[in-house]
């Protein structure tokens, strides 16, 4: 167990040094990865201002003929404490060049935001009210609302996994601690979460998750929210419980589970949930197969489709832009034969719908 925990540490320092050595991803980036010629790219969209901070989002939308297309939703990674969509720059572009969605890049709040105190239930919240306010305005991108997958990796995959699972979870009730439901961060003017709940307005069409988190509560009772969590100290913020000081895996089980995909997977006659494409580097030490394949058989145990691909001699973030040194990955190098597999199956998903 120490020398697990040893190396899930080391893991998770190398993995986001990235923060401070990553290369400029525009300096050397091939017209076939990023063709600005192909799309046109709106930046730092304000979509929300939960307790007066700005939230945006960056949308690409294709430059053709096409009336309306499928839209791809992107949750950044980080250990929900670093990074922002910047990091998913290269991805965004890529895609935008080689498909035919419109991709929205979205900013949330991180636990270190607001010195410190923003809680775990609120960033999912922020996940919920982008949903939510890409299908009340992506026709003004020529985004289909009706046609909508989302994707994240690490941390931005718990959230779209949460997005899948608990999107039925809404109340206007923002006591967390006492309803374990969500507010969404964003509602249009005059709709209750009640309402939007009834209408199911976080209902997606496929989810593409890649190297995801999907057991809070596990990762809690082993030290996420302690000093041996390094990203605390990458976030240059002091380590303490996700929902406040008050709380603990060990004494409130029901909130952590809560936020823990893999304790909420509906039953497929209760709730069908839409296709899932699951990715992650055999040597993923952070977000492991054995991790990703647990949740993956919990799905297909509830009769839920999936597809599974694990990249041969890759490691956690091969997504990131830029190149991390300390994982020895680079975009241009491990990206693009990943992203053309998100591609393929998202094809496939709306050809068929």
């Known amino acids: 167990m120490k020398k697990l925990i040893l190396t899930s540490v080391i893991i998770l320092v ?30 730092d969209i304000i979509w ?61 709040r991180l636990l270190s935001d607001m010195d410190n105190s923003v809680t775990i239930d609120e960033i999912v919240e922020d996940a919920f009210g982008a949903v939510i306010w890409i299908k009340n305005n992506i026709f003004k991108y020529k985004g289909d ?28 009730d923002a006591r967390f ?29 496929a989810a593409i998750l890649s190297y995801g988190a999907f057991n809070i509560y596990k990762s809690s009772l082993e030290g996420f929210e302690t000093s041996k969590n390094p990203f605390w100290w990458l976030s240059g913020s002091s380590a303490r419980g996700i929902f406040g000081s008050q709380y603990n895996a060990e004494k409130n089980p029901d909130m952590y589970q809560a936020l823990s995909p893999i304790y909420n997977i509906p039953k497929k006659d209760d709730r069908a949930l839409p296709p899932q494409f699951f990715l ?37 973030a091969f997504l990131d ?21 998100m591609l393929d199956f998202l094809d496939r998903v709306f050809e068929e719908n």
């Open 14 to 43: 190398s993995a986001f040094i990235v923060l401070y050595l990553i290369d400029n991803p525009n300096n050397s980036q091939s017209l076939s990865n990023n063709d600005p010629s192909k799309y046109v790219f709106v930046e």
């Open 280 to 316: 992650v580097g055999t040597k993923d030490s952070l977000t492991t197969p054995a991790s990703v394949s647990e949740y993956i058989k919990k799905l297909e145990s509830f009769d839920h489709k999936t597809e599974y691909w694990e990249y041969k001699d890759r490691n956690h």
């Open 177 to 205: 601690e006492e309803n374990l439901s969500f507010t969404p961060s964003y509602l249009p003017r005059g709709k209750t979460a009640e309402q939007a709940a009834i209408e199911n307005d976080l209902s997606v069409q």
């Open 145 to 172: 609302n009706t046609k909508i997958a989302v994707t994240g990796d690490s941390a931005g995959a718990h959230l779209s996994a949460m997005i899948l699972n608990s999107g039925t979870r809404l109340s206007s």
């Open 321 to 341: 832009s830029g190149s991390n040194f300390f994982l020895g990955s680079n975009f241009e190098d491990d990206a693009p034969q990943a992203i053309n597999r």
């Open 48 to 108: 929300a201002s939960p307790e007066g901070m700005d939230l945006t989002m960056d949308i690409y939308t294709p430059i053709s003929k096409k009336e309306s297309y499928p839209v791809l939703i992107i949750f950044h990674g980080g250990g929900w404490l670093i990074n922002n969509n910047s990091i998913m720059d290269q991805m965004s572009q890529y895609l935008a060049t080689n498909g035919e969605y419109v991709i929205c890049n979205v900013n949330y």
